[in-house]
Nanobody, 115 residues
Framework: QVQLVESGGGLVQPGGSLTLSCAAT????????MGWYRQAPGKQRELVAA???????TTADSVKGRFTISRDNAKNTVYLQMNSLKPEDTAVYYC?????????WGQGTQVTVSS
């Protein structure tokens, strides 16, 4: 089992920045990939960005150039730096990890981009 605890969401004006954090505890040795998904009202959950243990990243086209995913293996934490935020980035952001024991999700953190 892996437990994920997210933090860093909130309300920000368009053009602003936020950094989300996700700390993993439990069977962290089994983690292959950590990533961020988001789900806006009435829409399906979508991948935002992911990073492997080795540091290889994947980023959705909709956020490329604005969002950056990174991880601190010593702290078992993954970050999502979000810059130039747009109203369409408003969603609940979920941390996810793929492990040898299955996939696990955080509880989600709300990001609202509005003036």
């Amino acid at each position: 089992q892996v437990q994920l605890v997210e933090s860093g969401g909130g309300l920000v004006q368009p053009g602003g920045s936020l950094t989300l954090s996700c700390a993993a505890t439990g069977s962290i040795f089994s983690i292959y990939v950590m990533g961020w998904y988001r789900q806006a009202p009435g829409k399906q959950r979508e991948l935002v960005a992911a990073i492997t243990t080795g540091g290889t990243t994947t980023t959705a086209d909709s956020v490329k150039g604005r969002f950056t995913i990174s991880r601190d293996n010593a702290k078992n934490t993954v970050y999502l730096q979000m810059n130039s935020l747009k109203p369409e980035d408003t969603a609940v952001y979920y941390c996810n990890t793929a492990t040898s024991k299955g996939a696990f999700w955080g509880q989600g953190t709300q990001v609202t981009v509005s003036s």
